[in-house]
């Protein structure tokens, strides 16, 4: 689980070791990856663990996929919910720097992929496994000021449907999530009525749940709306 310091990341580790799952939560703070682990542990969840590493960093890949599967084995699910908006606040996309725009790809599009490369090649060999992306409704629909991360969600999503075709023994999926009351949309939006925005909480149980049920189709992008379905 990477991007597992604050909202949907970590309410999406805690249910899943609420299930009884070996969660290992990954993010880039070391101090807030701390806490958050001590924060679910604390809620009856014993078998969680935090590793301090950066997605977007090529270097980090291979240890993400080494520490994780030594205190864990063999990862059977990868949740991707490491994300990046860029520059705050956001300018328009022909005033954003070709440098911050490379950031942003390489935290939201490349990170998962390099890590995806290595992770889904021993799901292949176990004809099992499932890799989850984290979308947005960015990807669909282009609101101005949004285009960077909007272009990486694009981008994310078509990622999904590729690799879905190309490995047909592993589940790849794009949930989008909609709008939550978390630092990024408080970032993105900090003008924004946060008492209309879903709980990062609730969301992570539906998609918990959604994913027990086991009945998607590889490659598909859902809203939450549909995860009830």
Not at 100 to 127: Q, W
Not at 148 to 153: L, R, T
Request: one cysteine or more.
């Amino acid at each position: 689980m990477t991007g597992a310091s604050r909202g949907l990341g970590k309410e999406v580790a805690r249910a899943l070791g609420r299930r009884g799952a070996r969660v290992v939560m990954v993010a880039r703070d070391g101090a807030a990856l701390a806490e958050a682990v001590r924060e679910v542990r604390a809620d009856a969840v014993r078998d969680v663990h935090g590793l301090a590493f950066d997605v977007g960093r090529k270097e980090d890949t291979h240890a993400i996929t080494g520490a994780a599967s030594a205190l864990v084995g063999p990862i059977d699910l990868l949740v991707h919910a490491a994300s990046t908006l860029g520059p705050l606040p956001m300018p328009l996309l022909l005033d954003t720097a070709c440098e911050d725009l490379a950031a942003v790809l390489e935290v939201n599009l490349v990170g998962p992929f390099r890590l995806t490369k290595v992770i889904a090649g021993s799901m292949a060999l176990r004809r099992t496994g499932t890799v989850v992306f984290v979308s947005s409704d960015a990807a669909v629909e282009a609101y101005p000021r949004w285009g960077a991360y909007g272009i990486s969600k694009a981008a994310q999503d078509h990622l999904t449907r590729v690799l879905a075709a190309e490995l047909p023994d592993v589940h790849f999926l794009a949930v989008d999530p909609g709008e939550m009351d978390t630092k990024m949309h408080a970032d993105a939006l900090p003008d924004a009525d946060r008492s209309a925005l879903a709980s990062p909480a609730d969301v992570a149980e539906q998609v918990v749940a959604w994913l027990a049920r086991g009945r998607q189709r590889s490659g598909a992008r859902v809203t939450i709306a549909e995860l009830a379905r």
